[in-house]
């Protein structure tokens, strides 16, 4: 080899050797400047010597020239030649240079652990949280496979437990980058399974560590460092879910571990899958600072985290005993309580609105929320006056959540599941709020399908609340004695401004076919239905006064024939797949439009 090389088997060893103790003389004798040079000639012939494993990363000589070179930077560092100025100084820069190592070899990576070690043993703890965290910070930018951060995570773990004051503030400095290095590892490299469980593994170190702070504290200090180790955790399993994509025999050991944490931290999860858990921890941490935004962004899965340990411990008896919960119990408490009930079910949007879990992950919180509601549950709130606006846009975005579960999910039972589920839930939600729901729901569905199903559980409960009445009816029940004699008018009024939606949408004109021919054959029977029942039950509701008939008569029903005619002569000589699907999709539409037509001139004639 050519001596000259500064990777050669020849130079390596006496070239390092020169360069240590360049730096030595250097910084003994005061000389910062030139000691600033030999540090950064250090990290160069260090870095060379790693690109010289990358470069050819099977020759088995290089990458015992880089063990070599390491195992000689250690020997130096234990050697009692260099004071404690040069170990500081080489302490700010060899953590980050010498992890990179990490990747090359067993070897190599066991030495990392040993130099980091070494600087944590003897240098000042809170220098080394600061190069610690610093060198994460700087190495996630570049690289992204989990074995390069290992080395410096279990160092964190150990420095942690070396502080000696102002222990929240310094955990608060080393959560966010953990945080992000998880974030960033686990979504981004293409790591085994292993490589990423040993990451997680040492994640779960730092929270050990975080914890044996705690029991050193007493007062506010514990409460609040106890607040974030349990925001930490909720980050960590939600993280642990997505990556491993929710697959049990990844997930549940390292969720259990977790889990355990959580008496310590005074979670419960009846609190977690509430929200009062997460709101509670978070403003214990959250303080009036400038970056307090910046700092929680960094735990922006807690709720996500929150909801998806419940939903661990319905799927796996193991996870709810490392928690010391009972979900027997959860489950009957949140089925008796409807309002902590409605926090259950915004709570879990987190789980089904992601794009980041699996469906089965999705199934299993679908699957908690059957158990937690009943088809019965609604009746018993029928007079309950209790003011619910405050939870309505939590349930609403839970609904958006189900919906998009039902449209996109390759699984038929998932579906089934998720709109009896969806069902479930609107049916608890009082009247007035309900008719904002559908309306909103209407509106901003984009999916012709969906909005006609949405129709459809409107003419259900339009026929609900007419059966309601006609029993009361033959009961002879005054209807000052009962409760639900107060909404026996509801749904017509409601049917009429839903049909308006979909046959005169907001942007103007008749609605678009055939793309909207499902959303227009549900509304034109939902609109029939109301016609023909309140015929029937001669309430002298506003389906047939007469403004609103000839409102329906001559902007909805006469457009919309003016289309549908023009399609059908447009089609009608044409016998490519396209026409012929237009035209049959059309036809159902064409026979309701009509008899809608029939029965809307018939009252206008009777009408004074």
């Known amino acids: ?75 130096f560092l234990c050697s009692p030649s260099p004071d404690q100025a040069v170990i500081d100084r080489l302490s700010f820069e060899l953590p980050k240079a010498v992890t990179k190592f990490a990747g090359v070899s067993t070897t190599c990576l066991e ?3 040993s130099i980091i070690d070494h600087f944590i043993a003897i240098c000042s703890p809170r220098d080394m949280l600061s190069i610690l965290c610093e060198a994460l910070d700087s190495l996630i930018k570049t690289i992204k496979a989990s074995v390069y951060f290992v080395p410096i995570l279990s160092g964190l773990s150990k420095v942690l437990l070396s502080t000696q004051r102002r222990h929240f503030e310094q955990v608060k400095v080393v959560v966010p980058v953990v945080v992000k290095v998880l974030k960033t590892v686990s979504s981004e490299s293409d790591d085994e399974d292993t490589e990423l469980q040993d990451l997680f593994d040492r994640a779960i170190g730092i929270a050990d560590s975080i914890r044996g702070l705690c029991d050193k504290l007493e007062g506010t200090t514990n409460e609040k460092l106890c607040a974030l180790l349990g925001l930490y955790i909720l980050q960590i399993t939600a993280l642990v879910s997505v990556s491993m994509e929710c697959e049990v025999s990844r997930c549940v050991p390292l969720v259990s571990r977790l889990s355990h944490f959580f008496p310590y931290c005074h979670l419960s999860f009846f609190g977690l899958i509430t929200g009062y858990n997460v709101d509670t921890v978070t403003s214990m941490v959250v303080e009036e600072y400038e970056d307090e935004d910046d ?100 349930l609403f975005a839970a609904l958006q959540a189900v919906i998009m579960v039902i449209m996109y999910t390759p699984c038929s039972a998932l579906r089934k599941n998720a709109f009896d589920v969806f069902k479930r839930v609107l049916a608890e939600i009082p009247y007035s709020e309900k008719c904002d729901f559908l309306k909103a729901m209407i509106t901003k569905t984009e999916s012709s399908s969906m909005v006609a199903i949405l129709l459809d559980l409107v003419r259900q409960e339009f026929f609900t609340e007419i059966q309601q009445k006609t029993s009361l009816r033959k009961e002879e029940v005054p209807q000052t004695e009962n409760k639900t004699c107060s909404h026996t008018l509801f749904w017509p ?81 044409e016998y490519d797949q396209f026409a012929i699907d237009t035209v049959c999709s059309l036809n159902p539409v064409e026979l309701v439009l009509y008899r809608c037509i029939e029965l809307v001139e018939e009252k206008l004639q009777h009408s004074t």
């Open 493 to 573: 009024a409601v049917v009429l401004e839903l049909v308006d939606l979909v046959l005169r949408p907001p942007k103007g004109g008749p609605p678009p076919l055939p793309e909207n021919g499902d959303a227009v054959l549900s509304a034109l029977n939902l609109y029939r239905f109301a016609l023909l029942t309140e015929s029937k039950e001669n309430t002298n509701s506003e389906v047939l006064s007469k403004s609103n008939l000839q409102k329906a008569h001559t902007e909805w029903l006469l457009p919309l024939r003016t289309i549908v005619t023009a399609i059908a002569v447009e089609n009608k000589n």
């Open 1 to 75: 080899m050519d001596p000259h090389d500064p990777v050669s088997d020849y130079s390596l060893l006496p070239r390092l050797q020169q360069i240590l103790t360049s730096i030595s003389k250097e910084i003994e004798s005061g000389d910062i400047h030139q000691s600033e040079n030999s540090v950064s000639e250090l990290v160069n012939f260090l870095d060379s010597v790693l690109d010289s494993t990358m470069t050819d990363p099977s020759n088995e000589d290089i990458k015992n020239n880089a063990s070599e070179i390491l195992s000689e930077l250690y020997k």
């Open 295 to 394: 700092f929680m962004s960094c735990l922006s899965y807690a709720e996500q985290g929150a909801s998806l340990s419940v939903i661990w411990g319905h799927i796996a008896n193991e996870v709810a005993q490392a928690a010391e919960e009972d979900m027997t119990a959860v489950k009957g408490e949140l089925k008796s309580n409807r309002t902590k009930r409605w926090e259950a079910i915004g709570m879990l949007k987190h789980i089904l609105s992601s794009g980041s879990l699996p469906w089965e992950m999705k199934k299993h919180a679908i699957d908690f929320l059957l158990h937690i509601t009943d088809g019965n549950l609604s009746q018993k709130y029928d007079g309950d006056h209790t003011d619910c606006s405050s939870y309505m846009p939590s």
């Open 111 to 113: 030495t990392v652990n």
